[in-house]
């Protein structure tokens, strides 16, 4: 029994998780906030769970609203897998030996993505029966079309890293040329242990199969880190090419076929979120947190300072000329709800006066 709780816990999807919880909190943000929404606690004031248990495309909830929702939640899930891939891998050495290390990892890294996409079936499911009262062949089309495009991306997604794999695999071939210099470059006798490695017993090869983890420590570590490293730029492309279709998305709004519902439009939003805070923690490491309070502490000066003016301002007004500018002071501005002061009047008597049987007002002659 011991031994079998040993594999359990050393076992990759275990410590995979468990080091979500010990790195980057920041980025478990996200799927509190999603977790939250579906099960109608964050926004549920402002219908924040039916954005996405019933999501409209074109004024309809249909196969087709379901299957753009699908879309969007696969882009998060695969901006979830490879940021932390590029953040986590370096310390699973073992995927470097693997074939198709990032299939492994998000194979391993399925725990969160899987549990919510069960609560957000569910979910979906309790929703349009109780709420939108659907048939269940009308429940069972619209979960179709959301699988149809989750599995639509992965399977992009996949075809995409199989071809990064292929191609990596072709340059170490070109650059060490027979099996001798490789085995000479990549094979150090008695090598320092990293600190930074986790220890993993086995992990899943495949979804119904499980393998032995295997031990890397006479492994040059270089040699592993820059299969990593040409991983991550693959990886970092992706992220590159989810901002392209934001900004493509954001000029095509004018139309209607573009316009997504609104919970797939958070999803991508947060995809990409995701990738800029994964990158940026990638480039500046153990740096990130103070740099980033550098950063905050420098816009409030500016802001502070007027150099850089973060007011709404009012077409065909000078801003620049700050002479011209009405004084904004306590005095200047009670001015403005002042009375007016009244205009002293001079009266002037009238006498009245019967003239050819008309009565009239006279008024007095000058002398």
């Known amino acids: 029994m011991k031994r079998f709780w040993s594999r359990f816990f050393y076992s990759f999807p275990i410590q995979l998780l468990m080091l979500h919880f010990r790195k980057y909190q920041v980025l478990l943000i996200f799927w509190a906030i999603l977790f939250s929404t579906i099960n109608g606690g964050f926004a549920k004031t402002y219908g924040g769970d039916a954005l996405y248990l019933a999501p409209e495309y074109m004024g309809k909830v249909n196969f087709y609203s379901t299957t753009v929702m699908g ?29 198709q290390p990032f299939f492994r990892y998000c194979l391993n890294n399925a725990i969160i993505p899987g549990a919510f996409l069960l609560m957000l079936l569910w979910r ?3 929703y349009q029966r109780w709420q939108e009262l659907n048939s269940v062949p009308q429940i069972l089309l619209l979960a179709e079309g959301f699988i149809c495009g989750y599995l639509a991306i992965l399977f992009f997604s996949f075809f995409y890293f199989f071809n990064a794999d292929k191609n990596i695999g072709r340059r170490l071939m070109r650059k060490f ?37 295997r031990n890397v420590g006479h492994y040059n570590k270089h ?138 007002l006279r008024a007095p002659s000058r002398p």
């Open 223 to 360: 040699y592993l880190d820059n299969i990593f490293r040409q991983h991550h730029f693959a990886a970092m492309i992706t992220i590159g090419l989810a901002l392209v279709f934001l900004v493509i998305m954001a000029y095509l709004m004018d139309y209607p076929a573009f316009r997504i519902p609104a919970g797939a439009s958070v999803l991508i939003f947060f995809a990409f979120l995701i990738g800029v805070a994964g990158a940026y923690a990638y480039l500046l490491e153990s740096w990130a947190i103070p740099v980033l309070i550098a950063i905050i502490l420098s816009l409030n000066w500016m802001v502070k300072n007027q150099w850089l003016d973060n007011r709404n301002k009012a077409y065909g007004l000078d801003y620049n000329d700050k002479s011209n500018r009405p004084a904004y002071s306590v005095p200047h501005l009670q001015a403005f709800s002042r009375p007016p002061a009244r205009k002293q009047t001079v009266s002037i008597p009238f006498k009245y006066s019967r003239t050819g049987g008309n009565d009239s």
């Open 124 to 126: 979906g499911w309790q």
């Open 177 to 213: 040329g027979n099996p001798r210099n490789f085995l000479r470059t990549i094979l150090i006798p008695n090598q320092e242990h990293d600190e930074n490695s986790l220890p993993v017993l086995n992990y899943f090869s495949s979804p119904w199969r499980i393998r032995r983890a």
């Open 71 to 99: 879309i969007a939640t696969a882009i998060f899930t695969m901006s979830w897998n490879i940021t932390t891939f590029i953040l986590h891998s370096g310390r699973f050495k073992f995927l470097a030996t693997t074939s």
